[in-house]
Nanobody, 127 residues
Framework: QVQLVESGGGLVQAGGSLGLSCAASGRAFRSYAMGWFRQAPGKEREFVAAISRSGAITYYADSVKGRFTISRDNAKNTVYLQMNSLKPEDTAIYYC????????????????????WGQGTQVTVSS
C-alpha cells in the first residue's frame, strides 16, 4: 500500500512558475514509477509527465514538454513537478500516481495502469 499526498498548488499568473510535490508513504517508493496527471473541469484526466523508478528516464506530454520538469528523490520518498511558463490552459487539478515496476513509453501515459493516486492539488493560472 502506498499513500500519496500532493502539495504546492495555488494561483499564479500566466508566464509564472509553480512547483508541486508528492510525498509517498512506505518503504517501497523506489519500487514504483511515478506519474503526474491533470484534470480540468469537464475534461478527462490527462497525462502530464512520468519518471522511472531510478529517475533516469522521463516522459512528457507534448503540451508541457520544455516547460515542465519531473524529478524524484528516493531518499525523501518524494516526486516533484516543476512547472514554468505556465499558461491558462494548464489550469487543472494535478494528481500524482504510482505504477508498480518498470515503466515504458507505452505504459507511462495510461492512467489505468497506475496503482495508487493522491487526492490532487489545484493549480490555477490566470491570464
Amino acid at each position: 500500500q502506498v499513500q500519496l499526498v500532493e502539495s504546492g498548488g495555488g494561483l499564479v499568473q500566466a508566464g509564472g512558475s509553480l512547483g508541486l510535490s508528492c510525498a509517498a508513504s512506505g518503504r517501497a517508493f523506489r519500487s514504483y514509477a511515478m506519474g503526474w496527471f491533470r484534470q480540468a473541469p469537464g475534461k478527462e484526466r490527462e497525462f502530464v509527465a512520468a519518471i522511472s523508478r531510478s529517475g533516469a528516464i522521463t516522459y512528457y506530454a507534448d503540451s508541457v514538454k520544455g516547460r515542465f520538469t519531473i524529478s524524484r528523490d528516493n531518499a525523501k520518498n518524494t516526486v516533484y513537478l516543476q512547472m514554468n511558463s505556465l499558461k491558462p490552459e494548464d489550469t487543472a487539478i494535478y494528481y500524482c500516481a504510482a505504477q508498480g515496476g518498470a515503466i515504458s513509453y507505452y505504459t507511462s501515459n495510461n492512467p489505468q495502469l497506475y496503482d495508487y493516486w493522491g487526492q490532487g492539488t489545484q493549480v490555477t493560472v490566470s491570464s
